[in-house]
């Protein structure tokens, strides 16, 4: 495993496609970034679920620190080191662009009495060691945001789909699923970026790119922290960061009963490839439209 804490590998590239300037929608309007017209250069980090030392290792990468944002897609707090996550997210001001998944959802939730999906697990401790201002941040956080992004144009970015936060659309999707969740955007958006799955991917579905950046804390397939470098064109990345000592700091100093195996299968990418989409592929409505 390698140990060098910022060892990025690019994964994959698109050039950027034209796009005109839509108007704002669900969570600050259509943002400019630092470069005016031409937009912003935006380093997309996604799924953290409260695991610092890969965020530690992502935030330290040369591109990221020369991003004019860091748009963070969602599902950010839900694991180990959530007021740590959180905190470090909060020192980047506003360059740093924070959106909701349903993670963030069902840790406020669970702080106002609800009740976990997962019983015991990581989620419900993590929902207990929040700050109140923290739990208040996350409930404010909007689900979309458009953001003007050099090369792109207007991009929109969201945690699972635009109209859902749990909504499941994976690389192999049929086009009439991707139909159904981008109904209602704009033409001028070109650019649609998401997470939820863990799982990197640029594909184009009905002349939009659609970009997947992968998950900074808990990858499937590969270990290292994943994010997307965006503008001009689109950039999958990859971090790697010493594991052994990441898992062993988590063991030592998280109150999770089940860290130590948590941070294994998580840290160590245990799910293959193959085993995510197996688990989430029948979640995007390919059997139902199958049997119709």
Known sequence: MPKRPSDSTSTAGTTGGGGG???????????????????????????????????????????????????????????????????????????????????????????????????????????????????????GLPPTRYLRVAGLGQVLFCHATPRDDEEIVVVDSRLARWSEVFAGLGEDIRTVVCGHTHMPFVRLAHGRQVVNPGSVGMPYGRPGAHWALLGPGVELRVTRFDIDAA????????????????????LRARASDADALEAFAPKDGRRTAAVG
């Open 21 to 139: 300037g839509g108007g704002g929608a669900g969570g600050g309007g259509a943002g400019g970034g630092g470069r005016g017209e031409r937009g912003a250069r935006v380093a997309v980090l996604s799924d953290i679920h409260g695991v610092l030392p890969a965020l530690e290792a992502v935030l330290a990468e040369p591109d990221v620190a020369a991003a004019d944002r860091i748009l963070v897609t969602g599902d950010i707090a839900a694991g180990p080191q959530p007021v740590e996550v959180l905190d470090r997210l909060a020192r980047l001001g506003e360059r740093a662009v924070l959106l909701g998944g349903n993670a963030d959802r069902e840790l406020v939730e669970l702080r106002r009495g609800g009740v976990a999906s997962v019983p015991g697990g990581i989620g419900a401790w993590a929902a207990g060691q929040l700050r109140e201002d923290q739990v208040a941040l996350l409930a």
């Open 247 to 266: 898992i062993t700091g988590l063991t030592e100093s998280c109150g999770y009963g089940d860290i130590a195996e948590w941070a294994d299968y998580f």
